[in-house]
């Protein structure tokens, strides 16, 4: 499985939009791209998933560039609801096992 | 999706018990895992939870500290057995179809 590497934590204001970038540079050619977000005392919540290019959702928007060595996590217009851990996760074909990296803390203020 | 409940939601045990924690899925799925989680930090997998056969566990974990089974597609145990305070910690559940899991809100359990 692609080990992904990702910043410890970032800071933001309500209404901004926060972009985090995950690096997965070992990706395999069937793997897809998994964004997972966590509150506490609650378990991760599933957020998008992507291959290639964009995808959008009424939560995010996740950019994987054609070589698929990166991707970015888009949060358009944080709230202080939206500080939480997310985890970005590469999911194998060959498999479902899901490996957690850090993560990354997002701290919306206000 | 699926909506994934744990019971009990914690425990405080004392050091040379065993606790098993119960997972239930709303719906049938494919796959079951069984995660740690210590406060502030990441999670790790300890376990694939297999139907009708023994758990794939993951490096560092083994069968007789965390015994599981997994009887039917919706239905899954961990038991944490001869605790010790090191195995203070939360522990979750999740299930899912494909590259989407669903994970339950965890156990947290302490052993004095």
């Known amino acids: 499985l692609a080990k992904t590497t990702q910043p410890i934590s970032m800071d933001s204001y309500e209404g901004q939009e926060v972009n985090i970038t995950c690096s997965h540079n070992n990706i395999a050619t069937n793997d897809y791209i998994t964004w997972y977000q966590q509150f506490p005392s609650q378990g991760p919540r599933f957020i998008i998933q992507g291959y290639k290019t964009k995808v959008t959702n009424e939560v995010a928007s996740l950019f994987i560039p054609a070589d698929r060595k990166s991707s970015t996590l888009s949060l358009p217009r944080v709230s202080l609801s939206d500080t939480a851990v997310y985890y970005c996760?590469?999911?194998?074909?060959?498999?479902?096992?899901?490996?957690f990296g850090a993560g990354t803390r997002l701290f919306v203020k206000a | 999706s699926a909506v994934i409940s744990q019971k009990p939601s914690r425990d405080i045990c004392q050091r040379g018990t065993s606790l098993t924690i119960q997972c239930q899925v709303d719906s049938q799925v494919t796959m079951m895992f069984w995660y740690r989680q210590q406060p502030g930090q990441s999670l790790t997998l300890i376990a694939t939870?297999?139907?009708?056969?023994?758990?794939?566990?993951e490096s560092g974990f083994v069968i007789d500290k965390f015994p599981i089974s997994r009887p039917n597609l919706t239905f899954s145990t961990l038991t944490v057995s001869n605790m010790s305070p090191e195995d203070s910690s939360i522990y979750l559940c999740s299930a899912g179809t494909g590259n989407e899991q669903y994970f339950g809100p965890g156990t947290r359990l302490t052993v004095t």
């Open positions: 939870a297999n139907q009708g056969s023994e758990a794939t566990y």
């Open positions: 996760l590469i999911f194998g074909a060959g498999g479902f096992k899901t490996i």
